[in-house]
């Protein structure tokens, strides 16, 4: 079992920036794709961003791309989120979460960290 530790979350003004951070603990993780996904209030969780084990591979949704990225150090068992240009869209809780499909999906995962907020204000 992976226990996932996120944070960096806040408050900030459009067009700001944030950097989360999640942290995993338990097993290995280096050869397991980790992801981003986020809930904003009223909607389900989605899926914004994947990374392949080697850091080779990513995906973004289309609502996050050319202005976020996601980057990972194995060494830490840590992956993070590199968020810019933010818009009040982009307000919700943020989680991460590691192995499951490619692309990513928020389906079929057993747990959850606790997730961190990003509020965003225009």
């Known amino acids: 079992q992976v226990q996932l530790v996120e944070s960096g979350g806040g408050l900030v003004q459009a067009g700001g920036s944030l950097r989360l951070s999640c942290a995993a603990s338990g097993r290995t993780v280096s050869w397991l794709v980790m992801s981003w996904f986020r809930q904003a209030p009223g909607k389900e969780r989605e899926s914004v961003a994947g990374i392949s084990g080697s850091g080779g591979n990513t995906y973004y949704a289309d609502s996050v791309k050319g202005r976020f990225t996601i980057s990972r150090d194995n060494a830490k068992k840590t992956v993070y989120w590199q968020m810019k240009s933010l818009k009040p869209e982009d307000t919700a809780v943020y989680y991460c979460?590691?192995?499951?499909?490619?692309?990513?999906?928020?389906?079929?995962?057993?747990?959850w960290g606790q997730g961190t907020q990003v509020t965003v204000s225009s």
């Open positions: 979460n590691v192995g499951g499909s490619w692309p990513p999906s928020s389906h079929g995962f057993r747990s």
